[in-house]
């Protein structure tokens, strides 16, 4: 059993089609498996955090009670996100598994939408948010190194805290990154496949072959995602993570958190008190 | 795609003798079994080596299958019953003449004495890009070879195209949703009653499939009701060649009339689509009209609406409004009035 399926063109050519539809169970059960496994390790396993360095205790009195952590645009951009997301999930994978209606037109239009999303985002944290917050920097790769190093019991000192994103919500950001950017670009050229009203309708695009791999694309990177929405969703609902989660909806978090979670000169944050409109702004994001 | 024609692959071959062993072996086999009825699509594809079942459930000997009997509510009529027993059934050509009349201009005399109208509905589509064994979207390839700018799609759909465009050729189709036939289905949660016009599915829901039947399902019974007994009935069939052809396009109404009122009509037409139109729209429209051409060109006009040719079958477009137009009115009120 393969995990692509392939088909004879009519020259002959021996050409991918799209991926096995399994594909969809073994991201599925990835993601579940991946969540109780963390969800043990976390309950039973897991050691209390510790970071070095300490908070100098005026910083309590200088910060708000309330740390503005995410603009209502940036906020605005992820539920949109989101809601475009689980349609295009639900639209691509419920026909798939027997559930069957009409989703080729929602499916492309949830995808118009994530694409608009996207590209608002890009410009929004290019030129309005403080771009470089979620890429990982040296001081992750080095704090990441002496997390593993005391994981196995060998000597290390203990890792800084994070800036405004901790490095494991980087990395799943770069993940997430790749696997839209290739389910947004394949999808924009499988838009011209399908009468959409948008694109000419043109199948002779490209050759067999290439729009087999494209399909093909589309699809491992959209079983991807349901592995890495399920991971999302099950740290968003996490006890430990809900301050984060209420950040996202609200879009500020209490300074207890941030002082105990975040290195202020990492994540700087104005000492005055979020007014409406700074909170508005986010100038932390 | 290289055809070897008359060697069918090995398939092991299984004769119930009752509906109830019928659906445990469609059951047993699922996606692996085939049903097996007059044989006239089957055969093809067995024989072209197109699909190739392990497991084919011939339904030939199931003769609780078969006949029409005369019910409290109308007609039953056993998905095994030949095109020709419907086509000549004295009851059937008396009060629902549609279905006589679509039943004997289906392909040949031959085709009809061993044709089933359970295997009619329930046929495959012709798009030869499909039936030539082309990865097109109804094999569960990626592409539809007919909708391209050089396609061969002179015989596909102008409505409901989703990606596949390729039409369903059945002709009593449409006779059966204008007389608002119920289709009875068997499945693994047991038996359903389904409308017509429900049983047929388009490419938007299921592009690899025509019908709604699943793997493991037998369509064991159509029933007629008396509802539309005896109303003025139309059917008109357009082929290339007048005997042994598949549709261009037919429609099929069953209307009431009160003086010259339209009161009540039910119209469809099939090779327009993936799936047999049931026209609700046109229907809505004339009820209450006058039965006259004015009537007819107004349902013509309606019935095309959203209509989209592909490269070579433009021309289904004032077909399709004629058929519609013609049977609201007749051919005679027709020609009187053009």
């Given at each position: 059993?393969?995990?692509?399926?392939?088909?004879?063109?009519?020259?002959?050519?021996?050409?991918?089609?799209?991926?096995?539809?399994?594909?969809?169970?073994?991201?599925?059960?990835?993601?579940?498996?991946?969540?109780?496994?963390?969800?043990?390790?976390?309950?039973?396993?897991?050691?209390?955090?510790?970071?070095?360095?300490?908070?100098?205790?005026?910083?309590?009195?200088?910060?708000?009670?309330?740390?503005?952590?995410?603009?209502?645009?940036?906020?605005?951009?992820?539920?949109?996100?989101?809601?475009?997301?689980?349609?295009?999930?639900?639209?691509?994978?419920?026909?798939?598994?027997?559930?069957?209606?009409?989703?080729?037109?929602?499916?492309?239009?949830?995808?118009?939408?994530?694409?608009?999303?996207?590209?608002?985002?890009?410009?929004?944290?290019?030129?309005?948010?403080?771009?470089?917050?979620?890429?990982?920097?040296?001081?992750?790769?080095?704090?990441?190194?002496?997390?593993?190093?005391?994981?196995?019991?060998?000597?290390?000192?203990?890792?800084?805290?994070?800036?405004?994103?901790?490095?494991?919500?980087?990395?799943?950001?770069?993940?997430?990154?790749?696997?839209?950017?290739?389910?947004?670009?394949?999808?924009?050229?499988?838009?011209?496949?399908?009468?959409?009203?948008?694109?000419?309708?043109?199948?002779?695009?490209?050759?067999?072959?290439?729009?087999?791999?494209?399909?093909?694309?589309?699809?491992?990177?959209?079983?991807?995602?349901?592995?890495?929405?399920?991971?999302?969703?099950?740290?968003?609902?996490?006890?430990?993570?809900?301050?984060?989660?209420?950040?996202?909806?609200?879009?500020?978090?209490?300074?207890?958190?941030?002082?105990?979670?975040?290195?202020?000169?990492?994540?700087?944050?104005?000492?005055?008190?979020?007014?409406?409109?700074?909170?508005?702004?986010?100038?932390?994001? | 795609?290289?055809?070897?024609?008359?060697?069918m692959p090995a398939f092991e071959l299984l004769q119930p003798t009752s509906?109830?062993?019928?659906?445990?072996?469609?059951?047993?086999?699922?996606?692996?079994?085939?049903?097996?009825?007059?044989?006239?699509?089957?055969?093809?594809?067995?024989?072209?080596?197109?699909?190739?079942?392990?497991?084919?459930?011939?339904?030939?000997?199931?003769?609780?299958?078969?006949?029409?009997?005369?019910?409290?509510?109308?007609?039953?009529?056993?998905?095994?019953?030949?095109?020709?027993?419907?086509?000549?059934?004295?009851?059937?050509?008396?009060?629902?003449?549609?279905?006589?009349?679509?039943?004997?201009?289906?392909?040949?005399?031959?085709?009809?004495?061993?044709?089933?109208?359970?295997?009619?509905?329930?046929?495959?589509?012709?798009?030869?890009?499909?039936?030539?064994?082309?990865?097109?979207?109804?094999?569960?390839?990626?592409?539809?070879?007919?909708?391209?700018?050089?396609?061969?799609?002179?015989?596909?759909?102008?409505?409901?195209?989703?990606?596949?465009?390729?039409?369903?050729p059945s002709d009593t189709a449409p006779a059966l949703i204008?007389?608002?036939?119920?289709?009875?289905?068997?499945?693994?949660?047991?038996?359903?009653?389904?409308?017509?016009?429900?049983?047929?599915?388009?490419?938007?829901?299921?592009?690899?499939?025509?019908?709604?039947?699943?793997?493991?399902?037998?369509?064991?019974?159509?029933?007629?009701?008396?509802?539309?007994?005896?109303?003025?009935?139309?059917?008109?069939?357009?082929?290339?060649?007048?005997?042994?052809?598949?549709?261009?396009?037919?429609?099929?109404?069953?209307?009431?009339?009160?003086?010259?009122?339209?009161?009540?009509?039910?119209?469809?037409?099939?090779?327009?689509?993936?799936?047999?139109?049931?026209?609700?729209?046109?229907?809505?429209?004339?009820?209450?009209?006058?039965?006259?051409?004015?009537?007819?060109?107004?349902?013509?006009?309606?019935?095309?609406?959203?209509?989209?040719?592909?490269?070579?079958?433009?021309?289904?477009?004032?077909?399709?409004?004629?058929?519609?137009?013609?049977?609201?009115?007749?051919?005679?009120?027709?020609?009187?009035?053009?």
């Open positions: 059993m393969g995990i692509l399926e392939w088909a004879t063109s009519p020259w002959g050519q021996r050409v991918p089609i799209h991926i096995a539809w399994f594909l969809i169970w073994v991201s599925l059960i990835a993601g579940l498996v991946f969540l109780v496994v963390h969800a043990i390790y976390v309950r039973y396993f897991a050691k209390a955090k510790k970071f070095a360095g300490t908070i100098p205790p005026e910083l309590n009195d200088r910060l708000p009670e309330r740390i503005a952590r995410h603009s209502l645009t940036a906020r605005l951009f992820h539920w949109v996100m989101a809601a475009a997301m689980f349609v295009l999930l639900f639209t691509a994978f419920l026909p798939k598994v027997g559930v069957q209606f009409d989703w080729v037109t929602y499916h492309w239009i949830a995808g118009i939408v994530l694409t608009a999303s996207v590209i608002f985002h890009i410009v929004h944290a290019s030129f309005f948010l403080d771009f470089w917050s979620i890429w990982p920097d040296k001081v992750d790769l080095q704090d990441s190194w002496k997390r593993v190093q005391r994981f196995f019991g060998r000597a290390a000192s203990l890792p800084r805290r994070s800036g405004k994103y901790p490095l494991d919500n980087k990395l799943y950001h770069g993940v997430i990154i790749l696997c839209g950017f290739a389910v947004i670009l394949t999808g924009i050229f499988m838009m011209f496949r399908v009468r959409t009203g948008i694109f000419p309708r043109n199948p002779y695009l490209f050759g067999d072959m290439t729009w087999g791999l494209m399909y093909v694309l589309h699809g491992l990177a959209g079983v991807g995602l349901i592995a890495l929405v399920v991971v999302h969703v099950y740290f968003a609902i996490r006890p430990e993570k809900l301050p984060i989660t209420y950040s996202m909806i609200f879009g500020t978090m209490k300074r207890d958190f941030y002082l105990h979670e975040h290195d202020p000169e990492r994540w700087v944050v104005s000492p005055n008190p979020p007014s409406r409109e700074s909170r508005g702004l986010a100038d932390a994001d | 795609m290289a055809v070897i024609r008359d060697v509906t109830a062993e019928a659906q445990t072996a469609l059951q047993q086999h699922g996606a692996d079994g085939w049903v097996l009825a007059g044989g006239l699509d089957s055969f093809d594809w067995l024989k072209d080596r197109i699909k190739k079942p392990k497991a084919v459930i011939d339904l030939s000997g199931v003769e609780e299958l078969k006949g029409i009997r005369e019910t409290s509510e109308g007609l039953e009529i056993g998905a095994m019953t030949t095109l020709t027993e419907v086509a000549q059934h004295p009851l059937v050509k008396e009060k629902y003449g549609v279905l006589a009349q679509a039943a004997a201009l289906v392909a040949s005399p031959q085709i009809r004495n061993q044709g089933t109208i359970g295997g009619n509905v329930s046929q495959d589509t012709r798009c030869w890009y499909y039936r030539a064994g082309w990865p097109c979207y109804r094999a569960g390839g990626n592409i539809c070879y007919a909708d391209t700018p050089v396609g061969r799609n002179r015989e596909h759909a102008i409505l409901g195209a989703d990606r596949c465009v390729a039409v369903n204008a007389l608002d036939a119920k289709f009875v289905v068997r499945t693994r949660k047991g038996e359903s009653a389904v409308d017509a016009e429900d049983y047929f599915v388009g490419p938007e829901v299921d592009i690899t499939r025509l019908t709604m039947l699943q793997p493991g399902d037998l369509l064991t019974a159509i029933r007629i009701p008396s509802t539309w007994a005896d109303a003025t009935f139309y059917f008109e069939k357009v082929r290339d060649r007048n005997v042994w052809d598949f549709p261009l396009l037919n429609v099929a109404s069953a209307i009431k009339l009160s003086g010259d009122t339209i009161e009540q009509a039910r119209l469809s037409v099939n090779a327009a689509a993936a799936r047999p139109l049931r026209l609700k729209r046109v229907e809505d429209a004339i009820r209450g009209q006058q039965r006259n051409a004015q009537t007819g060109e107004m349902a013509g006009k309606l019935a095309v609406e959203g209509a989209v040719p592909l490269t070579f079958n433009a021309y289904k477009i004032p077909l399709m409004r004629n058929l519609v137009k013609r049977s609201i009115t007749g051919v005679q009120e027709v020609a009187w009035a053009s």
